[in-house]
Structure formats: C-alpha cells, structure tokens
C-alpha cells in the first residue's frame, strides 16, 4: 500500500488494526499519522486513547499500551518507532501481532529506510510505504491548501513553489503560508510573488545560475551568486554544489550516449526529479572533455581556498569565469 491508498482507506473509515510505516519521506508518515488520529478519535479525544512510544520501547511495554481499553473512542491507538523492535525481538513481535486486539490500531514506524522487514511481521500487518513525494502530487496537495484560505494556487506555480524549496514538502508548506498572507488581496499567488517572497534553497539557486549562464546571461548569474553570498551561503558550500551538478551532467551525458531514453536517464540519476532533468538537459550543451574540464576547475576552487591562495568568494568567482567563458 502507498501513501495516497492510505489516505483513501482512512476517509472511508476502512483502518486495519496494524500498519507499518516505512521509506524516506517522513514529511508524507507525520502526515498520515495525524490524519489516522484524526479519524480514530475525533474532538480531542486523543487525550484518553492515544500513546507514542519511542525506540527504546520492549515488547513488554508496547503490549501493556496496545491491551489497555480505549476511553470515550471505539478504538486506542498506538504508534511505535519500531526499529529496535524489529532487530532485537522479532519472534515476539510476530507472535504479539497475531493476537493484537481489535480494540486498538497499532502503528509500527521504520524509521531507517534500509532496515529489513521480516516476512512473518509482513504477514500480520498491512504495510505502507511512504516513497518520496513526486511534483504533481505535491502541487495538488499546495494547490488545495491554498484553495482552503481563499487563495487560487495554479498547478504549475506550486509545482514550481516545490521545486524553489528543494523538493522539501514542509518548507513548501511553510513558504505557502508567506505566500498566501501576501496573496491576500489579489485571491491568486503568481510566479513572480515566488521570487518575491519565497527563500529558494541552495540547489534551487544553483541551477539557476548555471542557467542563467549557459544562456550567455552573465549579468544575471553574478546577480544571484551575489545574492546567495549576501544571504550567508558558503563559497566553498556552493563550489561543492556546483561540482555535484557537474558530476550528474557527466553520468547523464554517458548514461544516453549509451542509449538511454531521457527517461530512464532521470530515473537512472535518482534523487529529486527536478534536479535530474536539468542534468539531463544541461549534459546536452557540454562536451566531455568540458565537463571534465569543469569539474577540475572546481577542485582546484576547492584547493586554492583551502590552502589559503585565494578568499572564497575571488576563488569561486573565478572558477565560474573560467567554466562559463566561451
């Protein structure tokens, strides 16, 4: 089951009595939770049927909390970072989860993404998985957030909101809330009010600006370097960007010389979506040899600011002077 399948079951009020919550996206699991606990026990009644037990929680601990009855609600529950119990009592995990109580929704969290789950705890759960959160899905979920305050949010605004936070779903809620105060009067956010208002992160910023010079737009790609300098951003933190985005565009580069299709090319990079498709359509404007080439002269930034041969900011401004130069 994923996320949205979730959400689905518990607005029609069809929960299951144990779940187990894996993958990376805590932002769409924290979610989820408080949605699963508004449906249990609705008006507050959390007060008398709710418990969140740690990691350090015995099986002991987690049976006195799931047997205890529920309180003005139909059922109790109870969430469990899950992570030590499952490496360290497995065999009687799988044995309490066959005789859990129907008068409790137990939630396991797996909060390192790599842990294994054992078949035999599978078989006594319905487990959902919580993957990262993709742009469309994402931009629905801003563009309904605004609709509920009286704010028109067109899709590809927030999708682009999305991206301009770094593909964080909780800074985009957290930039939406600027968003729709400033928005009050006109009723619809544009994509100019993004750059008004909207603190866009680091790696945002840096495809912008490689961008802005790939276009032979030099004016603007020093206005945004000066700007991100000015913002506190670290020369030596950004060269070290720079050269991330240059590593992906030569694996990209390779990767559809060798027959890939776009998509798989983005597939193949992994991370944020956004970000590899800029690799994917960057690699195109650069040879190997260049890239190459750029790539060493970022080492050398990154040397030549280390060992004191040049300021930060004179080595990077260099450096992308000496990249970007046709």
């Not at 609705?42 to 047997?67: H, R, W």
């Not at 970000?275 to 030549?304: G, M, P, R, W, Y």
Request: hydrophobic share 40%; net charge positive; glycine share 6%.
């Amino acid at each position: 089951m994923n996320h949205s399948e979730l959400l689905k079951q518990i607005k029609n009020k069809t929960t299951e009595r144990a779940y187990i919550f894996f993958g990376k996206e805590k932002w769409a699991k924290d979610r989820a939770l408080n949605q699963l606990k508004q449906a249990l026990m609705p008006n507050g009644l959390d007060v008398f049927g709710y418990t969140e037990l740690g990691d350090s929680t015995s099986i002991i601990q987690m049976k006195e909390a799931c047997d205890t009855l529920p309180m003005m609600c139909e059922k109790r529950m109870v969430v469990c970072v899950a992570d030590t119990l499952i490496s360290k009592e497995e065999k009687q995990l799988c044995e309490y989860l066959k005789m859990l109580p129907e008068t409790c929704c137990l939630v396991l969290v797996v909060q390192d993404e790599k842990s294994r789950i054992p078949k035999k705890i599978k078989d006594n759960v319905t487990v959902v998985e919580f993957s990262a959160v993709d742009e469309t899905q994402m931009g629905k979920f801003l563009c309904k957030k605004a609709t509920n305050v009286g704010v028109e949010l067109p899709l590809k605004t927030a999708v682009n909101l999305f991206r301009m936070t770094g593909n964080d779903p909780l800074r985009s809620e957290n930039e939406l809330d600027k968003l729709c105060h400033y928005a009050k009067q006109s009723g619809i956010i544009s994509d100019f009010m993004l750059n008004d208002v909207v603190m866009a992160s680091s790696e945002y910023n840096v495809f912008t600006m490689i961008d802005a010079f790939l276009n032979q737009k030099y004016q603007e790609g020093i206005k945004l370097l000066e700007k991100m300098l000015d913002a506190g951003e670290s020369p030596i933190g950004l060269c070290n960007l720079l050269a991330g985005r240059f590593r992906s565009m030569i694996r990209a580069k390779s990767l559809l010389q060798s027959g890939g299709s776009e998509a798989a090319v983005i597939k193949a990079l992994g991370g944020s979506a956004y970000a590899a498709k800029k690799a994917v359509a960057a690699s195109s404007k650069f040879s190997f040899t260049k890239l190459t080439e750029c790539i060493e002269i970022l080492l050398d930034c990154d040397k030549n600011v280390k060992t004191g041969k040049m300021p930060q900011k004179m080595a990077l401004e260099y450096a992308l002077v000496k990249m970007f130069n046709k």
